[in-house]
């Protein structure tokens, strides 16, 4: 053998890998999606990524979804809380915070639908929650209310942004928005009234502006609805 051949090396000698941690997987997850999409972040792909076998996340992540849970997670550390913090009017300010909760969806459409089904339970999903309610326990929301309401106004800022993620993404959605124009403004007056006497009003505004209507029938609705009687064991949320 020649004196230069390389010999094989020996796996104790390699540069030992780092060692596998759920904030780890989660930060690579995070890079996959950034650069190949969501739909790219799989056990599989990100095993590969981390050069280690699929079983090995098991032990960190349970399942394809709980990942893409934990990446909605980690992004949300990017939605802007200090208007909580500041003052002013509170429905100002928690207009605020969810508006920045609905612009860190649209920076990542695939995670926007994602998000409907996707559960955070991380960190930054709590400091959302947290900020949310302590806005509406300022404007006087009762607390059973603000417990059930920061559901439906998440759920709201969550089902808009991905409504409008997929309309971006559809090279069809105006040829469709065009066609609803049309059929709306040539309604019959005699089989539909209320639309023929509404047709211009019900397409009317901007998306802005229409988000932040939503939100603020939402958060009178709060103010003026009690939940029902909640007495017995707590049940699956639909």
Do not use: C
Request: glycine fraction near 8%; aromatic fraction near 4%.
């Amino acid at each position: 053998m020649r004196a230069d051949a390389k010999e094989p090396r020996s796996r104790r000698e390699r540069p030992a890998k780092p060692a596998l941690t759920r904030a780890g997987i989660v930060a690579a997850a995070v890079e996959v999606m950034r650069s190949e999409g969501l739909e790219r972040v799989t056990m599989r792909r990100l095993a590969q990524e981390l050069d280690t076998g699929p079983a090995s996340l098991y032990v960190y992540v349970a399942n394809t979804a709980e990942l893409h849970a934990a990446i909605l997670d980690e992004l949300l550390g990017a939605v802007d809380l200090s208007a909580g913090r500041a003052g002013g009017d509170w429905r100002d300010r928690l207009l605020g915070v969810l508006t920045s909760y609905i612009e860190v969806l649209f920076e990542h459409p695939a995670l926007a639908r994602s998000a409907l089904v996707a559960r955070p339970s991380g960190d930054h999903y709590l400091d959302l929650v947290e900020a949310v309610l302590a806005l509406l326990a300022e404007g006087g929301v009762a607390p059973a209310r603000a417990a059930w309401g920061v559901d439906l106004l998440l759920l709201f800022a969550t089902s808009t942004a991905a409504e409008q993620s997929t309309r971006d993404q559809d090279a069809g959605a105006q040829d469709d928005w065009d066609a609803l124009t049309g059929v709306l403004r040539a309604a019959s007056a005699d089989r539909h009234p209320h639309i023929a006497a509404l047709g211009d009003t019900l397409l009317s505004g901007t998306g802005p502006a229409r988000l932040t209507w939503g939100f603020q029938a939402l958060i009178s609705g709060l103010l003026a609805t009690p939940v029902p009687d909640t007495t017995g064991p707590p049940g699956r949320r639909s």
